[in-house]
């Protein structure tokens, strides 16, 4: 081996340390590209997480709100029936503790009452049906007799057991009748 031989050894070896340090540089910009990159989507992650919480957060408040909001109404409509009725009771007290009462007294009184009544569930919008003559509407009335009678119509009300009561389309009771064919 002659003495040029080392020489371009070491020339060979330095030529791949700077070929290998190229290949370094070359490769650091791609991870530092895939670097920001992830920090990117990392920051995307986080931000939608921080969004979604928010969105949870504000969806736990409207339930809770909502949920004040229905009790506070149910009692405000409770408050409402009774203060309706209240005055019903008063009178009904009054005639109860009248010193010297007579039977025709206290039919009067208890007739009073019972318009008080009515009008305390008309101001409610508390609706009554179930007359005798009525037609026969198995939404709106139970039917819990029935007779044979030629002179009347088919599915007529012919006698009414207890009124049905109703709120707009709502019914709170059927009316119970008997029905005739």
């Known amino acids: 081996m002659s003495k040029k031989e080392p020489k371009e050894t070491a020339e060979a070896v330095e ?3 700077a070929a290998e340090e190229e290949i370094k540089e070359n490769d650091e910009a791609p991870e530092a590209e895939e670097k920001t990159k992830e920090e990117e989507l990392l920051e995307q992650l986080e931000a939608a997480k921080e969004a979604h919480l928010r969105t949870a957060a504000e969806y736990a408040n409207y339930r809770a709100r909502s949920a004040k909001e229905k009790e506070q109404t149910f009692s405000n409509a409770k408050g409402a029936v009774i203060a309706e009725i209240l005055p019903v009771i008063d009178n009904i007290e009054r005639a109860i503790s009248a010193p010297d009462s007579d039977f025709e007294s206290l039919k009067k009184g208890v007739e009073m009452t019972l318009e008080g009544l009515k009008t305390a569930l008309d101001k409610l919008g508390v609706e009554t049906f ?6 026969f509407d198995p939404n709106l009335h139970n039917a819990v ?3 044979e009678d030629e002179s009347l119509g088919e599915n007529v009300i012919t006698d ?3 009124k049905g009561y109703k709120i707009g389309d709502r019914i709170i009771r059927p009316a119970m009748v008997k029905t005739a064919n």
């Open 15 to 17: 030529e791949t340390k």
């Open 130 to 135: 179930g007359e005798a003559g009525d037609s």
């Open 145 to 147: 007799m029935h007779v």
């Open 160 to 162: 009414v057991f207890q």
